[in-house]
Every structure is written in C-alpha cells, then in structure tokens.
C-alpha cells in the first residue's frame, strides 16, 4: 500500500524544515524545490554550476539570459 502523495509531500516538508539537520532533495521541478528548500544547487552534468535562494539563482538567470 502506498502513501497518499499530499500525506507524502507534509511529512517530506516537515522533514525539510528542521533546523537542526540538513536533507538532499533531488528534483527536476523548481516549484517543488521553492516550496521545499531554502538554498538550492544546479548541476549540469554531474558538475555543480550554482548554489543560492530561489531569489538569488533567478536573479542570476536575469544576468545571463
């Protein structure tokens, strides 16, 4: 028997959300990391290419695009 997704999805974000241990989260979705994270990594192939906030990394799409 599988889990609801929404029942998933609060206990993934409560898990998140504790300040006193760190989660990788893996996605392709950035709303989903948004609502997630407070700092997110961009890889490309295997290589790191980024690391900030939401805020930080789409102001840094502004200045490159």
Request: include cysteine; charged fraction near 20%.
């Amino acid at each position: 028997q599988t889990i609801p997704y929404f029942i998933f999805r609060q206990i993934l974000q409560a898990t998140v959300k504790n300040k006193e241990r760190g989660t990788l989260l893996t996605t392709h979705y950035m709303s989903e990391a948004k609502s997630l994270c407070d700092r997110v990594a961009i890889m490309v192939s295997g290589t790191l290419r980024c690391i900030g906030s939401i805020q930080q990394l789409k102001s840094l799409v502004k200045i490159i695009y």
